[in-house]
């Protein structure tokens, strides 16, 4: 499991080569669509890019709630978390 | 002179006012007796379609010839022979209210993205959908993905990129969407640059806001860009997508002049073989 601090960088690093977004511009506070110019499809391919990453997949449900840089790395710790205790709670069949 | 600018600037209010009521009801009537036949004597979805938008372009054209009769507007295109190809992105600035309503009567047969509510009028929701053009109210996902099927068919698209009509006096903001299609589809964009003097039919002004002169709009028709230009293999879209809006930001505010480039003149020197109207 990685620490929001990898995750945070990793992020980073895929919206500078997504989107080619200046990469001091990416704090945790910055928002995605008003501060760093995401819109609605930018956004989708930014959810397919981060599942071939991470092997997880963000729902778009939970992604529609999400605003800042922040939420999305909040949002991919708490994947890892619970699939991390589903594993040790009940090993997969 | 002073009466006669008085008698002018009545005259075409009153043929302004009078275009417009007869838009609006000619839209209505339409709706409820040319469509529906067309909609009745055409056997399946397709042919409805270009029979309905054939008849959107003969209505914006009688429309444009009654404004134009009347002296209320005038316009000139050049670079016309350039809309004769199908199956590109037709991409334009929006200055006016009628920018669309030229387009239209400019192109055989073209699909457009059309706003919400005219999809609740519950009179021209029908002809809209047997054009079927694009409803903006789809996921943008969703609009692009059909949008882009429908260039790779063969049919023609206009699109706005800035969303809406444009803020006089202030730099261009263009969406991505546009570009996100041209890319998706693979097709040659076509630029149309619309230059509305004096301005008018903005989006801050109502209809009855006549300019002192009658306006005159000109339509200049540039050169096709293929999208691929702006797709190197092995960049993302995402990426691709802004390069090309990028693109068009700089194009039109180019040929409108609308930053601080103004006074280069790029659209007057274009304009040089005009045919009027």
Known sequence: ?93 | MKLGRKLDYGWRLLGTAFSFACFGLGGVLLSVTLFPLIRLVSHDKDSTRRRIQRAMQHSFRVFLWQMTFLGVISYEVSGRERLAQRGRLIVANHPSLIDVVLLIALLPEVDCIVKQALWRNPFLRWPVAWADYIPNNSSAEEMVKSAAANLRAGRSLIVFPEGTRSVPGQPLQMQRGAARIALAAGVEILPVTILCEPSTLTKAEPWYHIPPRRAHWRLLVGKPLPAADYAPAGMPEALAARHLTEHFVNYFSDSTGATAQAGRGAGAAMASNCTMH
Not at chain 1, 28 to 34: C, V, W
Not at chain 1, 80 to 89: F, K, N, P, V
């Open chain 1, 1 to 93: 499991m990685d620490s929001k601090e990898d995750i945070h960088n990793r992020l980073k690093a895929v919206l500078v080569e997504l989107f080619e977004i200046e990469p001091a511009k990416i704090t945790p506070e910055a928002n995605l669509y008003q501060d760093l110019g995401i819109d609605s499809i930018d956004a989708i391919d930014l959810l397919l890019r981060l599942k071939e990453l991470t092997g997880r997949k963000i729902q778009p449900e939970t992604f529609k709630h999400v605003r800042t840089v922040a939420d999305v790395t909040e949002a991919i710790h708490a994947l890892q978390t619970s699939e991390a205790a589903a594993g040790s709670a009940a090993p997969p069949a």
